[in-house]
Nanobody, 122 residues
Framework: QVQLVESGGGLVQPGGSLRLSCAAS????????MGWYRQAPGKQRELVAA???????NYADSLKGRFTISRDNAKNTVYLQMNSLKPEDTAVYYC????????????????WGQGTQVTVSS
């Protein structure tokens, strides 16, 4: 089993920035890609960004340029830097870890964190 613990959410004004962190523990040898998804009220969960252990990244097209994903493999931690935040970025952000070494692979198994609330409002 893998445990994912998110931190860094909160309330921020439009135009502001936040950095989310997600630390993995447990059977970390089993995970490769890590990433962030978000779910706004009344909407489906959607990909924000993901990164493999080799550093390849995958972003939602609409978020490129404002959000940056990074990873510290030594700390088993993935980060999401969010800049120029907009009210429509308000959502619960979930950390995810899965089996893929490359994004072209199928997900054989994955793990989810509990989620952290991000609210963008003045």
């Amino acid at each position: 089993q893998v445990q994912l613990v998110e931190s860094g959410g909160g309330l921020v004004q439009p135009g502001g920035s936040l950095r989310l962190s997600c630390a993995a523990s447990g059977s970390i040898f089993s995970i490769n890609a890590m990433g962030w998804y978000r779910q706004a009220p009344g909407k489906q969960r959607e990909l924000v960004a993901a990164i493999t252990s080799g550093g390849s990244t995958n972003y939602a097209d609409s978020l490129k340029g404002r959000f940056t994903i990074s990873r510290d493999n030594a700390k088993n931690t993935v980060y999401l830097q969010m800049n120029s935040l907009k009210p429509e970025d308000t959502a619960v952000y979930y950390c995810n870890a899965d089996s893929r070494a490359h994004f072209t692979e199928q997900v054989e198994y994955d793990y989810w964190g509990q989620g952290t609330q991000v609210t963008v409002s003045s």
